[in-house]
């Protein structure tokens, strides 16, 4: 088992990307033409919650805790779940997303998220 490949980029970067190409967001990214993200798949079970989404930007300050409540909904969304691992298992994917912030967005702590599930399984495959 292989650790999974995933990457971040933000949709309005024109930077080339690597791999399959999964929208990671909830809502369509404002401005951006379907065709232009010729995406893979776009996982909207995969994205926080309307609610969640809508606390976090309420303040950044709640940044700190919205890891874990996202991992929580993730955990309540084991299909979108196996969704992403199945991506990652046939190789690199990059995850868009449209957040502004790069070290604050749902998509990298969906990355995250998805190593830790991976590095458990192969762990419990281990053991």
Do not use: Q
Request: aromatic fraction near 8%.
């Amino acid at each position: 088992m292989i650790r999974p490949e995933i990457h971040l980029h933000r949709v309005y970067d024109t930077a080339p990307t690597i791999g399959a190409r999964i929208l990671v967001d909830r809502l369509w990214p404002r401005g951006v033409a379907k065709a232009r993200l010729a995406l893979d798949d776009w996982i909207r079970d995969a994205a926080p919650s309307d609610a969640l989404r809508h606390w976090v930007h309420a303040d950044p300050a709640h940044w700190a805790d919205f890891p874990a409540r996202y991992a929580d909904e993730l955990d309540h969304a084991p299909d979108a779940v196996a969704r992403c691992l199945d991506w990652c298992a046939r190789g690199p994917v990059t995850f868009l997303y449209a957040a502004k912030e790069p070290r604050r967005n749902n998509a990298l702590v969906l990355r995250d998220y998805l190593i830790a599930h991976h590095e458990k399984e192969r762990r419990h495959h281990v053991d």
